[in-house]
């Protein structure tokens, strides 16, 4: 008891097996980004396309922003658990990645819930600062994290959510040996975000771990 299970590639599978099936179009650009070599790892894992469905389907979320698309898996995964009249805002600075991801969204027909906005996020969040939002998922470069953070937080009341990916950064986060510049910021993050009084929050180990806030 008390010990917490090492998911390996072959539970992944399982858990996999026996959770929600993911949508042909989800499952589309999962193969794309495999077609990309390396690159495919900025994809979210599937556990968190579930994970995302589920916590929008429970808490009532109809208007979002996501910061950081690629080709567009997260923000499909929120789009298709979003009701007739929610709305997702996807930010990305890349044009060659928001052409695929447009093209996906089309093809789910669901390109009439999502908009994209491309340039750096920084930008669009500064056009964005009068909306409101239920739910802001963060998923771009980590340098500019906490100031995503910080500009999320204007643009959501109180109970509403932030979900921030990568904080566990591979695990390298508890390694207290590793002074890499990026880990050190994760770090650096994880400590802001935990002192934080203006929210609760909770790390879920999915993928490479993700912080859910709820403001208070
Ligand atoms: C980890 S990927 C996002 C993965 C996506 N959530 C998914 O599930 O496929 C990070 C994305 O952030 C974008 N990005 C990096 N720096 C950015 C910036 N300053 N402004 C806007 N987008 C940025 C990159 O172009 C990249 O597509």
């Known amino acids: 008891m008390g010990k917490n299970l090492e998911i390996t590639e072959k539970l992944e599978i399982y858990i996999n097996n026996f959770s929600l099936k993911l949508n042909p179009i989800q499952q589309e650009i999962i193969d794309y980004n495999n077609t ?50 929610g709305k997702l805002t996807a930010l990305d600075k890349d044009k060659e990645t928001n052409k695929i991801a447009v093209s996906f969204f089309k093809k789910a027909n669901l390109d009439n819930k999502i908009q994209t906005i491309v340039k750096p996020a920084l930008d669009s969040l500064d056009e964005l600062k009068n909306s409101k939002f239920d739910m802001v998922f963060i998923d771009a470069d980590k340098m500019n994290y906490k100031e995503y953070y910080e500009r999320s937080l204007k643009l959501l009341d109180k109970g509403g959510l932030i979900i921030i990916d990568n904080v566990l950064w591979h695990g390298e986060v508890a390694d207290e040996d590793n002074l890499d510049k990026y880990t050190i910021n994760i770090r650096d993050f994880n400590t802001y975000v935990a002192n934080d009084k203006r929210v609760e929050q909770i790390i879920v180990p999915l993928g490479d771990g993700m912080t859910v806030c709820r403001v208070l």
């Open 36 to 85: 990309l070599g390396d690159v495919k790892r900025m994809q979210v894992a599937t556990s968190q396309c579930h994970f995302l469905h589920l916590i929008i389907k429970t808490s009532n979320i109809k208007n979002v922003l996501e910061i950081g698309t690629f080709t567009g898996l997260s923000a499909l995964s929120i789009a298709l658990a979003l009701a007739d009249d």
